[in-house]
C-alpha cells in the first residue's frame, strides 16, 4: 500500500473516533441533562403520563326466589372518580366544590367520611379513645375541640374558602384522599350512583373538572322493594374495623353484608373486581381507556321461598295486626304493632315464605340511606327478624308436646278422661280459661278433645302426673329450646321450662305450681316462631325431623352448582354454629300418639266447638291447627298463637302466625286461613267472623 493512501486511511479513522466520540459526549450531556439537572421534573412528568390503575367493581351475584324472580340484583350506574393531576392545589379545591355543587344541584349525593360536623363543630365519634386514635393518625393535638381540628385540616389542606359550609365539602374529599391514597395513579371515589344527568355534564364540561373519570358501577336494586327485607338484609359500606381485617379483598368504601343473606352469604355473593387502564394527560384529560383484567360477578343464590306466596302473607300479616289494633277481630282494640309469620314446607323443612312486621326498605341502605329515614329507623326499633330473633312463650300451641310426653310414657291413654269441672284442685288451684261465673269448665275430655277445645284442666293434670322434667324431655325432641339453624344470623336458642333451667338461672327449686303454667305454655317456656314451626312440620310428617333451611341452591358465574355440604360448611363458620346446635332426630312415636294429636288438632279448625273453628268453617279443605294465647306479665297484654298445617291427610306445608298483644290466639288465624288460600289458590267465599262464637279473651287456648 502506498504512504499517501495509509495517511488518508488513517485519516478517515480520526475522523470517525472524533465523531464517535463527539456523539457519545453530547449523548452523556443529555443524560446528565435528563436525570441531573431537570430529573425530578421529568420524573413527575412522566409519572402523570403513566397510565393509571383503575378498579372495575364486580356485580354482587342475585339472589332469586324459587322460581327464579329476581330478588336481589344490579344495574349499571355511574360513578365519578378524582385522580390526582398536576394542577395547583386551590385549582383542587375549586374543582371539587364545583362537582360537588353539581351532584347537589342534581340531588345526587358525595361520599363524606369526615369524622367532624359543624354547626355546632361536633366529633362523630362515640369515644374519647376513638376520637384520640384519629387525632394521631391525622396529627392533630389530643387535646383539639372539634372546631380546632376543623382548622387544623383546613390550614393541611390549604382550603381558603371562606364559608364553612363549602370549606367542609371540599374538606370531606380532600379527607377521603387522604384516607384512600390518591395519588396520580390511584383514583378516588366522589359519587357512586350518579344521575344521567350529572353524568352527562361532568362530560360535557370536563374541561373544567381536571381528573374526573366517569366510571360505570353496579348499583344494588331491591325490584320488589321491602319484599323479604328481614329475610334477605342490606349491604353497607364497610367500616374501619371490617375494613382493616379485610384490606386484602375490600376497598375503603365496597359495600358489604350487613344482614339477612346478604350477610350470610358475603363471601359467595360478593364478586372479584377487575382493572382498568386508563391514559391520562398532564392537564388531566384521558386519552386512552381500556380493560386490563375482567371483574367476575358473585355468586347467584336461588331461595326456597316463592315471591307470590311470600308477598301474600306479608299482606295477611299487616292486614290481621290492623283488624286487631282496630277492634274488628273481637270488639276490643289492642295496641298490637308487631307480629311475624312462617310457611314451611312439612317434608323438607324449606321456608316457603318467612315474614316480620313492622318491615323496612333495604335498598335505602345501599344506595345511602337519608338521615332522616334512618332516624326513623333507629327510633322504631321494632324492625328485626322477629321469626328468628325474639322467643315467646307458647300458649296453648305447647299442648301437643305436652300430649305427646304422656301417651308416650304411658302415663296416659287415648281414652282417658280427665273432668273440668272448675278451678284445679292441687297447687295455686288454677281455672281453665273458659271458667266464668256462669260456665263451669268443659266437662269429661279425652287428649284429642282437650286440644280442640284446649282444656287448660287436662293439661295441668298431665303437669301433676308425670312431671315438668318429662314434658321437657318431650319438647326439647321437638326442637323447641334449640336453634332451628336456618341460614340467618341472629336466631334465638329460646327455653324450655324444666328444674335444670331453674336451678342454673335462679339457683331455686321448683315448685307444682310452676309446671301447672309449663304445662299450659306458660311459666319459662319462650320459643321462636321459627322453632314452632319446625314443631309443627314433626307432627304433620309422622316425627320426621327436617332440615330448616332458606337456601336452595348457590351457583357460580359459569353457572356450575355449589354443594350443599360446602354450602354448610361455610354457613356454619360465618354463623358460629356446629350441626350438632340445631340437630333434630327422628321422633319414633306410637301411630295412636300422633293421630289422637292430630285428631284433636282437626277439632281446632273443622268441628264446631274448636278454638279456631269459627273461622275456617267455610274452608273448602280439612286442615289441622292449633291456637295459643301467651300472657306476657304485663296487664291486659296476651300474644296471639296460630300453629297447624294442611291438607290434613296429605300434609304440605305449616302454617305459624304470631302477633304480639293481639288479644287471642283465635284472632290471629285469619291470617292463616288467607295464606292457606293463597298457597293452595283456594277461592272460598269470605268469612264474617262471628266473634259471640267464643268468648273475647281466651287465656291459654
Known amino acids: 500500500m502506498k504512504p499517501r493512501e495509509n495517511r488518508n486511511e488513517r485519516i478517515r479513522y480520526n475522523v470517525l473516533t472524533i465523531f464517535i466520540l463527539l456523539i457519545g459526549i453530547i449523548l452523556l450531556a443529555q443524560l446528565f441533562n435528563l436525570q441531573i439537572i431537570h430529573g425530578k421534573e421529568y420524573r413527575e412528568t412522566s409519572n402523570t403520563r403513566l397510565t393509571r390503575e383503575s378498579t372495575v367493581k364486580a356485580a354482587r351475584g342475585n339472589i332469586t326466589d324459587c322460581t327464579g324472580n329476581k330478588l336481589v340484583t344490579t344495574q349499571m350506574g355511574f360513578s365519578l372518580e378524582l385522580y390526582k393531576t398536576k394542577i395547583d392545589t386551590q385549582i383542587l379545591n375549586k374543582t371539587i366544590l364545583s362537582l360537588i355543587k353539581l351532584l347537589e344541584k342534581n340531588k345526587d349525593t358525595y ?45 393541611k389542606y390549604d382550603i381558603q374558602e371562606e364559608n364553612v359550609e363549602n370549606a367542609r365539602k371540599i374538606m370531606a374529599v380532600r379527607y377521603e384522599a387522604t384516607i384512600e391514597g390518591f395519588s396520580n395513579i390511584k383514583p378516588i371515589t366522589i359519587s357512586r350512583d350518579i344521575s344521567r344527568k350529572s353524568a352527562n355534564q361532568v362530560r360535557e364540561q370536563s374541561d373544567k373538572f381536571p381528573g374526573t373519570s366517569l366510571v360505570t358501577e353496579p348499583v344494588i336494586e331491591y325490584p320488589y322493594k321491602s319484599l323479604a327485607s328481614h329475610l334477605l338484609g342490606y349491604v353497607g359500606k364497610i367500616n374501619q374495623e371490617e375494613y382493616q381485617a379485610k384490606k386484602d379483598t375490600y376497598k375503603m368504601n365496597d359495600l358489604i353484608g350487613r344482614e339477612g343473606i346478604q350477610y350470610t352469604l358475603e363471601e359467595y355473593l360478593k364478586g372479584k373486581d377487575g382493572i382498568r387502564q386508563i391514559d391520562m394527560a398532564v392537564d388531566g384529560t384521558i386519552t386512552e381507556e381500556y380493560i386490563s383484567k375482567e371483574a367476575t360477578a358473585g355468586n347467584n343464590v336461588t331461595l326456597t321461598i316463592d315471591a307470590n306466596l311470600q308477598k301474600k302473607v306479608e299482606e295477611a300479616l299487616e292486614k290481621n295486626i290492623k283488624k286487631i289494633a282496630s277492634g274488628e277481630t273481637d270488639g276490643k282494640k289492642h295496641n298490637t304493632k308487631e307480629g311475624a309469620a312462617i310457611v314451611m314446607n312439612v317434608k323438607t323443612g324449606d ?50 308436646a305436652v300430649a305427646t310426653a304422656a301417651l308416650e310414657t304411658g302415663t296416659f291413654t287415648t281414652s282417658t278422661l280427665v273432668t273440668d269441672n272448675g278451678p284445679y284442685p292441687r297447687g295455686h288451684h288454677p281455672v281453665c280459661w273458659i271458667y266464668t261465673d256462669h260456665h263451669y269448665g268443659h266437662g269429661a275430655l279425652n287428649i284429642s278433645n282437650a286440644i280442640k277445645h284446649s282444656c287448660n ?26 336453634k332451628t339453624g336456618i341460614e340467618l344470623a341472629g336466631e334465638s336458642v329460646g327455653i324450655v321450662a324444666s328444674t335444670k333451667y331453674k336451678q342454673e338461672t335462679y339457683h331455686e327449686e321448683w315448685q307444682l305450681g310452676e309446671t301447672l303454667s309449663a304445662a299450659i305454655g306458660q311459666s319459662y317456656n319462650s320459643f321462636t ?12 310428617n309422622g316425627g320426621k325431623a327436617v332440615d330448616v333451611s332458606v337456601i336452595k341452591a348457590i351457583t357460580d358465574s359459569d353457572g356450575n352448582a355449589i354443594s350443599k355440604e360446602e354450602i354448610n360448611k361455610k354457613v356454619n363458620e360465618k354463623l358460629g354454629m356446629k350441626e350438632e346446635d340445631s340437630k333434630v332426630e327422628n321422633l319414633k312415636l306410637k301411630s295412636e300418639t300422633l293421630e289422637a294429636i292430630k285428631k284433636g288438632m282437626k277439632g281446632v279448625t273443622s268441628e264446631a266447638g274448636g278454638t279456631a273453628y269459627y273461622v275456617f268453617s267455610d274452608l273448602d279443605m280439612v286442615i289441622a291447627g292449633k291456637t295459643g294465647s301467651a300472657e306476657t306479665g304485663e296487664k291486659d297484654k296476651v300474644n296471639g298463637w296460630y300453629t297447624g298445617f294442611a291438607p290434613y291427610n296429605n300434609p304440605e306445608i305449616a302454617v305459624v302466625v304470631f302477633i304480639e298483644n293481639a288479644g287471642s290466639g283465635g284472632n290471629v288465624a285469619g291470617a292463616a286461613k288467607e295464606i292457606m288460600q293463597e298457597y293452595f289458590g283456594m277461592n272460598a267465599k269470605k268469612v264474617n267472623e262471628d266473634v259471640t262464637a267464643i268468648p273475647s279473651v281466651q287465656v291459654n287456648n
Open 111 to 155: 361520599i363524606d367520611n369526615l369524622p367532624i360536623t359543624i354547626k355546632p363543630y361536633k366529633f362523630k365519634q362515640k369515644t374519647q379513645e376513638e376520637q384520640k386514635k384519629w387525632k394521631k393518625e391525622m396529627a392533630i393535638d389530643e387535646n383539639a375541640t372539634a372546631e380546632e381540628a376543623f382548622q387544623k385540616l383546613k390550614e
Open 351 to 400: 321456608v316457603l315464605a318467612m315474614a316480620s312486621y313492622p318491615s323496612y326498605e333495604p335498598e335505602l341502605f345501599a344506595k345511602g340511606i337519608s338521615s332522616s329515614k334512618l332516624k326513623e329507623y333507629e327510633k322504631d326499633s321494632n324492625t328485626y327478624n322477629r321469626a328468628i330473633s325474639s322467643a315467646y312463650a307458647p300458649g296453648s300451641t305447647f299442648k301437643m
Open 457 to 482: 284442666i287436662f293439661f295441668y293434670e298431665i303437669g301433676y302426673k308425670i312431671g315438668i322434667d318429662k314434658i321437657a324431655e318431650y319438647a326439647y325432641q321437638y326442637g323447641l329450646g334449640k
Open 529 to 540: 316462631p321459627i322453632q314452632m314451626a319446625r314443631y309443627i312440620c314433626m307432627i304433620a
